[in-house]
């Protein structure tokens, strides 16, 4: 009878000690939630990454032809650089403060937030690097040096962000 009332007493200790375990482990984890709530934050990632599938969609034809796994095909290549140009503008309103939610929700690095001036350089390299492929097309028509240098311009620069900005 004493052996099973110190039993049930330790169980109760333990119990809370779980309890109260349990409730600082929760609490140490829930941050302050971001400016706007945390449905507009994730709305602004989803749409973040959104416009990076489209880019990565959107560019895939002419790193094919850089590659050399397929033929410049003139209408595919102008419709892929005209996409990827309007959608490299899109990048200016894509990384809002409150959309630095961390992994396992984004993976754009904290540093983004933190080293804003080299990011918007990054930024500003692939959008100029995109104009200027889009110019240089007009007048190659082909995959010539000066199409090919120009694109590879372009594909560094998607690395060169990837590399600093993104986690793996
Ligand atoms: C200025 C920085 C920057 C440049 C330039 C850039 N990216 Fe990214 N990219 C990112 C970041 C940051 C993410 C992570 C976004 C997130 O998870 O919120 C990302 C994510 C992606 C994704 C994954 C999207 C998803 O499904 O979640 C693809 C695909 C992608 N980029 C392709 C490209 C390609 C292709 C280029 C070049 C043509 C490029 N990116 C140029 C920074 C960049």
Redesign the pocket.
Known sequence: MREISMRARCAGILGATLLLSTGFILSANSQTPPAGGLNAARQA?DE??AV??L??AS??PI?NVLKGSTQYDAATIQKSIDR?VFL?GL?DEAFPEN?NLGDPE????AD?WTNHAD?EK??K??QTH?LALQKVNETEKGATEAFKTAAAA??Q??K???DD???K
Not at 106 to 109: C, D, F, P, Q, V
Request: charged share 30%.
């Open positions: 990632v973040r990454k990076y599938k880019i990565g560019f895939k790193g990827v490299s990048l959309s984004t993976k754009a690095k983004i990011f990054k930024e390299n692939f995109v372009v594909g620069d998607c060169a962000c990837h900005y993104r986690l």
